[in-house]
């Protein structure tokens, strides 16, 4: 089992930046890799940006790409999402979740944290 809980989420105005964290418990981090995913009003939840167990390998989605970096620290069990130029678009609740293989798919991930909300204003 593994428990994550996001954070950072917020208020900011287009062009801004935001960085969400994510804080993963119970089994061996660098085991699993690490996924964003987002769900905006009446919406399903998306697929935003994965990262491998170690790191090496990242993979985002077309909408985000260039924009948002994803990043771990295995040492400290965290996962990050840093956001830049944010767009209205980007507005949702950002999930953080945990995967046995490195995966685009919702599906793939057993393991979800609570949310965070993003709001971005324009």
């Known amino acids: 089992q593994v428990q994550l809980v996001e954070s950072g989420g917020g208020l900011v105005q287009a062009g801004g930046s935001l960085r969400l964290s994510c804080a993963a418990s119970?089994?061996?981090?660098?085991?699993?890799?690490m996924g964003w995913f987002r769900q905006a009003p009446g919406k399903e939840r998306e697929f935003v940006a994965t990262?491998?167990?170690?790191?090496?390998?990242?993979s985002y989605a077309d909408s985000v790409k260039g924009r948002f970096t994803i990043s771990r620290d295995n040492a400290k069990n965290t996962v990050n999402l840093q956001m830049n130029s944010l767009k209205p678009e980007d507005t949702a609740v950002y999930y953080c979740?945990?995967?046995?293989?490195?995966?685009?798919?919702?599906?793939?991930?057993?393991?979800w944290g609570q949310g965070t909300q993003v709001t971005v204003s324009s």
């Open positions: 990262i491998s167990g170690i790191g090496r390998s990242t």
């Open positions: 119970g089994r061996t981090f660098s085991n699993y890799a």
């Open positions: 979740a945990a995967a046995r293989r490195y995966s685009t798919t919702r599906g793939e991930y057993p393991y």
